[in-house]
């Protein structure tokens, strides 16, 4: 009976570790599926972003910021105006859905940055 509950115990610690070990590296090396594309009003320049990783904030790389956005990812997005990916003004990005788009309301800033939601 001490085997067994020793055996019991040795199983319990490995499932233990295994179910730690799965949970940390969840998003570890893990990207978007996809591509984010990004455009300033009045430009037909587009800008994209494929297979971003999912940690960590992200910067919309167009001089004056982005007014319009596609999201042909597998993942949704916030976008923030501001560059590092900061409430501005007390108001919460932008919550953008996979396969969906979004334009700023005229008059407001450009997006500058964004997370992947995950």
């Excluded at 919309?60 to 956005?69: D, E």
């Amino acid at each position: 009976m001490h085997r067994s509950h020793r055996s019991r115990r040795i199983t319990v610690i490995a499932g233990a570790s295994l179910l730690l070990l799965t949970a940390t590296a969840c998003s570890a090396g893990k990207t978007t599926v996809g591509e984010l594309s990004f455009r300033a009003e009045d430009s037909p320049v587009e800008v994209s972003h494929s297979n971003t990783p999912v940690q960590g904030c992200h910067r919309i790389l167009l001089p004056r910021g982005a007014s319009h956005v596609h999201n042909n990812t597998l993942l949704d997005v916030v976008l923030y105006r501001t560059p590092d990916c900061k409430k501005f003004d007390k108001a919460d990005g932008i919550y953008v859905a996979t396969t969906l788009s979004n334009d700023t309301a005229p008059g407001t800033l450009p997006w500058r940055s964004f997370t992947v939601v995950h």
